[in-house]
């Protein structure tokens, strides 16, 4: 019988997840059916209950309920705890477990696609959400020099860093000094046309600017790119958070170049 599989979210229809995954079943010659749920805002638990119930192997999980998919989990990755927050889950286990690729899908493409190398780097976190709370501990394994953290809602920022050792954390006022070679935007402002108020002064000679949200070129990025900043949307973190998540269910790791170039090129 064909495995199931679903991505979990609260508008999901736009998700590109069962393209991706159907590609990475074709390349890999696995038998997978992927689909999507979209449960009601309070509906996670009984959603997952239900289609694990009709036998569903395992899931995928975006906004808005990564928190919830952390709470149900019997079981966590390292990496999920250090996050709080779940993007897989493996459902055909004595016990539901749960995971986040979300951050080493982002160190995937900067080393692998993109060639930035990390370790050594002074890296620029914008935005204290679940993505953000994500990629702190596999950008600090990534042995980089200076990790800083700012956010809106300062709180929020101070929060996420004072979790980890040696990360600083705070709202944008911190970037009155301080350069970087590395700036990550991880806040949903480009979704609205939005620019998160970073000073030309914190690119450093040669930097990369990286917005995770995909598929369309945000004001980050038009202000990265005028800075003179090499640029990357977050389509390569998108497919290689899928492929790690694709690497657990089914124990073998698909190829990632072919779908990123479709993606990127249509
Ligand atoms: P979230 O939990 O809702 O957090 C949103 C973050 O954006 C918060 O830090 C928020 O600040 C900040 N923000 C929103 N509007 C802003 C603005 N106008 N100016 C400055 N900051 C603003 O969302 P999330 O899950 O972290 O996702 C963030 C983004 O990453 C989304 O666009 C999502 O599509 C993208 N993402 C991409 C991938 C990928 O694979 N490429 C994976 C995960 C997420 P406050 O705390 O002050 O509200």
Redesign the pocket.
């Known amino acids: 019988m064909t495995d199931r599989y679903v991505v979990i979210g609260n508008p999901v229809g736009h998700s590109k997840s069962p393209w991706i995954h159907a590609e990475f079943a074709r390349a890999t010659g696995q038998d997978i059916d992927y689909g999507r749920l979209e449960p009601p805002p309070d509906g996670f638990n009984a959603a997952v209950d239900a289609f694990r119930a009709a036998g569903g192997r395992g899931a995928n999980v975006?906004?808005?309920f990564?928190e919830a998919a952390f709470r149900y989990c019997a079981e966590l990755s390292a990496r999920a705890r250090a996050a709080g927050a779940v993007?897989t889950l493996v459902l055909d286990r004595a016990k539901v477990f749960g995971d986040n690729t979300?951050g080493v899908?982002?160190v995937r493409d900067l080393q692998v696609n993109l060639g930035c190398t990390l370790e050594g780097r002074r890296v620029l976190l914008?935005?204290?959400?679940?993505?953000?709370?994500?990629v702190v501990q596999p950008l600090l394994e990534a042995r980089v020099a200076r990790l800083v953290v700012v956010?809106?809602?300062a709180a929020?920022a101070q929060a996420l860093a004072s979790r980890f050792s040696g990360v600083q954390g705070g709202g944008y006022e911190l970037l009155v000094e301080g350069v970087y070679d590395l700036i990550v935007n991880?806040?949903?402002?480009?979704?609205?046309g939005?620019?998160?108020?970073v000073p030309a002064r914190v690119f450093a000679a040669g930097a990369l600017a990286y917005d995770?949200?995909?598929g369309r070129e945000t004001p980050f990025l038009e202000f990265a790119r005028a800075q003179h900043a090499r640029v990357s949307d977050?389509?390569g973190?998108?497919v290689e958070?899928a492929a790690e998540s694709f690497l657990i269910w089914r124990g073998v790791r698909p190829p990632t170049e072919a779908v990123l170039r479709a993606l990127r090129h249509g």
Do not use: E
Not at 126 to 134: N, R, S, V
Not at 186 to 192: C, D, F, K, V
């Open positions: 975006t906004l808005p990564k993007n979300d899908g982002l914008l935005g204290a959400g679940g993505a953000a709370q994500g956010n809106r809602t929020r991880a806040t949903a402002a480009g979704l609205a939005a620019r998160p108020p995770m949200v995909y977050g389509t973190m998108l958070q």
